[in-house]
Every structure is written in structure tokens, then in C-alpha cells.
């Protein structure tokens, strides 16, 4: 493929870390997923979190009505259960069982919903030898929640306090670290020795390739461009699309598109999330495009994610075509509304 095309047809991507919420708002959001994506890692931080196999059972049971709902007969949802202090071994067997793909960790308090988080890892030990054991995913927040660590410093510290603690306990554990924001993540799982095995990985969200720090500040308060863990300096937005654009396969795409009501976003003390379903392959391919490496976007976007999971790649294929979108002020979202990332601009490239 030449680096400037005006078309690029490539197999249809998923999404590795999405948030569709539930009631109302979950039908609007999953059109705009499914209309580009065959499959997305849905994650359980409800309220209360999908804690077990049978709270994940009857939200898929949600889910798949409000697709009924929606005609939508090719997307497929891939269930998580929320890790805490109390998961039992037990139910990670029965979660491997049931086909859930894996279990989210959120540090107590570190986002939206993660006030039932694990307080410490340490109480976790047995659920996550057992996770080792069967071949189910971790997949990290990487951000510690202590008040006395500054905002912009939580990823890297997560990565020498935590994440690689635990990867000397449990080397064989499967980890995803989500949506990284920071050089030190990205180099960090770039560097990681893992004896050959795909034990390590990180997906990266369409804003922390697109956007620094300075977006959420850009004339004023930006709460649209406002989610955790928080855009970085711009040396750290470079490295996280040297490293999606790499061809290494231990990167993938994962939107952590993170509806809230406009009202909740445009508060005193708004909501952390920006929703980019609305045109996420059109962002992530401006991206690729930005640095010449449109050539890259397949294997990103298609390929990679569904090899760490062991989950067969899609077959269908999807074209993008460089032909300006608008993006709408605002989209509904049940009874109220959304504004939507890069809302009111023109995003360069669009599915077909
Ligand atoms: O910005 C975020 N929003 N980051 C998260 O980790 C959670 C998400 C949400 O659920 O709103
Ligand atoms: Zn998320």
C-alpha cells in the first residue's frame, strides 16, 4: 500500500476496550460501535460492576436485545468480569468456563465506578494465580490512586508499584495494560521480556494518539477531551504512535469510548471519558496517516488484538475513504444527549 491513498480496505477491525453502559443509553452507543467494529471488549465498570458470571450473563442478555433492537446481526460482545478484593478462584474458573475473556482491574477509586476497585493486589493473589493458571487476561488500569501522587505521574508509577511487581510474581499472566498514555508504558511494554510468550500487551485510545495535554486547555476548559488516565505531554503522545504505527504486534486499538451525558461532562465536577465511537476508525486512521504509516493500521486495528486473545481474526473487510465527515455538535444518548470527540469539526477519513 502506498502511504497516501485516498481508500484503504482492510479486514474489519474490533474494538478491545469499550464502554456501552447500560438501560437507555446502551443502544445509541453500540450502533455507533457495531456499524465498525465486529466485536468489542465490553467493560463491566457498572453500577453496581459485573462482578460475576451471572451479572455478565444477563448484561451479554441485555446487550444482545438492544441489538435485536437495532437489526444489527453481525457484532459480537466480549464480556469481562470486574476484579475486587473478594473475586474467588472459583470464579475464575467458572468465568473461563463461561467464555468471559477477562477480568478488569480497576485500583479502588482510580475512575468512573471503581469504588468496589482492589484496595491491594495482595488480596487478589489466589484469583490471579488462577487467572495464570487457565489462560484469562488481566486487563490493568495503570494508574495509582494515592492522593499524594501528581495526576500526570500515576501511569509511570503504576508501571515500577505494581505492574511490574506483578509480572515477577505471575511471569506467565496474560496482561493487557490499557489504554497507556505515557513513554514509559509504551516503551515499557515494548521492552518487556516475556520468553516469547504473548503475555504482555496494551491497546491505545484514538485521543492519546491524536491529542497532548494542552486539548484540555485549549482557550479555555475542555471537560470533552477530559478522561483518565489524562492526555500526557506531546513526548508522550510521539511515543504512543511510534508505537501503534511500529508493526508490533503487543499494540492494539481500543477506543475506551466512555459515554456521559453532555450535562455530566460540562459540569463543576465532570465525568473522565470522551466518545469517540461515534468515528473512531476515521481518528485512528488520521493518526496513522499523520506519521505515513497508514500501512500499519490493519495490523493495529485487526489483527493484533485478536491474536493476544486467541480469538480467530475477522474475515469481512471494511474500506475507508478519505472523504471528509462532519462530526455533530451532539448525538442522543437515550433521553438526553452526547457530544461527541472533535464534535462540531471534520474528521478526514470515514468508513464507507
Ligand atoms: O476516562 C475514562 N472513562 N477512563 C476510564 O478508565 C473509565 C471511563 C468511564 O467509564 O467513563
Ligand atoms: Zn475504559
Known amino acids: 500500500m502506498s502511504n497516501s491513498p485516498t481508500k484503504i480496505q482492510l479486514i474489519q477491525?474490533?474494538?478491545?476496550?469499550?464502554?456501552?453502559?447500560?438501560?437507555?443509553?446502551?443502544?445509541?452507543?453500540?450502533?455507533?460501535?457495531?456499524?465498525?467494529?465486529?466485536?468489542?471488549?465490553?467493560?463491566?465498570?457498572?453500577?453496581?460492576?459485573?462482578?460475576?458470571?451471572?451479572?455478565?450473563?444477563?448484561?451479554?442478555?441485555?446487550?444482545?436485545?438492544?441489538?435485536?433492537?437495532?437489526?444489527?446481526?453481525?457484532?459480537?460482545?466480549?464480556?469481562?468480569?470486574?476484579?475486587?478484593?473478594?473475586?474467588?478462584v472459583d470464579e475464575v474458573h467458572k468465568a473461563k468456563a463461561a467464555g468471559i475473556v477477562g477480568f478488569k482491574l480497576y485500583p479502588a477509586g482510580a475512575t468512573t465506578n471503581s469504588d468496589a476497585g482492589v484496595s491491594d493486589l495482595k488480596h487478589c493473589h489466589a484469583a490471579l494465580e488462577a487467572m495464570q493458571a487457565v489462560g484469562m487476561p488481566l486487563l490493568v488500569h495503570g494508574e495509582v490512586t494515592h492522593a499524594d501522587i501528581d495526576i500526570f505521574d500515576r501511569e509511570a508509577v503504576f508501571i515500577d508499584a505494581v505492574l511490574e511487581p506483578l509480572r515477577k510474581k505471575l511471569p506467565e499472566l496474560k496482561i493487557v495494560f490499557e489504554h497507556i498514555t505515557t513513554k514509559q508504558a509504551a516503551h515499557y511494554v515494548r521492552d518487556a521480556v516475556t520468553g516469547g510468550k504473548n503475555t504482555i500487551a496494551a491497546t491505545i485510545t484514538p485521543?492519546?494518539?491524536?491529542?497532548?495535554?494542552?486539548?484540555?486547555?485549549?482557550?479555555?476548559?475542555?471537560?470533552?477531551?477530559?478522561?483518565?488516565?489524562?492526555?500526557?505531554?506531546?513526548?508522550?503522545?510521539?511515543?504512543?504512535?511510534?508505537?501503534?504505527?511500529?508493526?508490533?504486534?503487543?499494540?492494539?486499538?481500543?477506543?475506551?469510548?466512555?459515554?456521559?451525558?453532555?450535562?455530566?461532562?460540562?459540569?463543576?465536577?465532570?465525568?473522565?471519558?470522551?466518545?469517540?465511537?461515534?468515528?473512531?476508525l476515521?481518528?485512528?486512521?488520521?493518526?496513522?496517516?499523520?506519521?505515513?504509516?497508514?500501512d500499519k493500521l490493519e495490523g493495529f486495528a485487526s489483527f493484533f488484538g485478536s491474536d493476544f486473545y486467541t480469538l480467530p481474526r475477522n474475515s469481512k473487510t471494511v474500506t475507508l475513504v478519505k472523504q471528509p465527515q462532519s462530526i455533530p455538535a451532539q448525538l442522543p444518548l437515550g433521553d438526553t444527549t452526547i457530544v461527541p470527540l472533535r464534535a462540531g469539526e471534520t474528521i478526514a477519513w470515514s468508513l464507507v
Open 13 to 88: 477491525p474490533d474494538d478491545w476496550h469499550l464502554h456501552i453502559r447500560d438501560g437507555e443509553v446502551m443502544k445509541d452507543v453500540l450502533a455507533d460501535t457495531a456499524r465498525q467494529f465486529a466485536r468489542a471488549i465490553i467493560m463491566p465498570n457498572l453500577k453496581p460492576p459485573v462482578t460475576t458470571v451471572d451479572l455478565a450473563k444477563a448484561y451479554q442478555e441485555r446487550i444482545q436485545a438492544n441489538l435485536n433492537a437495532l437489526g444489527v446481526t453481525s457484532f459480537t460482545p466480549l464480556m469481562t468480569l470486574y476484579l475486587t478484593d473478594n473475586t474467588s
Open 207 to 280: 485521543q492519546h494518539l491524536l491529542m497532548n495535554r494542552n486539548a484540555i486547555f485549549a482557550g479555555g476548559i475542555r471537560p470533552h477531551n477530559y478522561c483518565l488516565p489524562v492526555l500526557k505531554r506531546e513526548e508522550h503522545r510521539v511515543a504512543l504512535l511510534e508505537a501503534a504505527t511500529s508493526g508490533n504486534s503487543r499494540f492494539f486499538l481500543g477506543t475506551d469510548s466512555a459515554p456521559h451525558a453532555k450535562g455530566a461532562k460540562e459540569a463543576a465536577c465532570g465525568c473522565a471519558g470522551c466518545y469517540s465511537a461515534f468515528n473512531a
Open 282 to 294: 476515521g481518528l485512528y486512521a488520521e493518526a496513522f496517516e499523520s506519521v505515513g504509516k497508514l
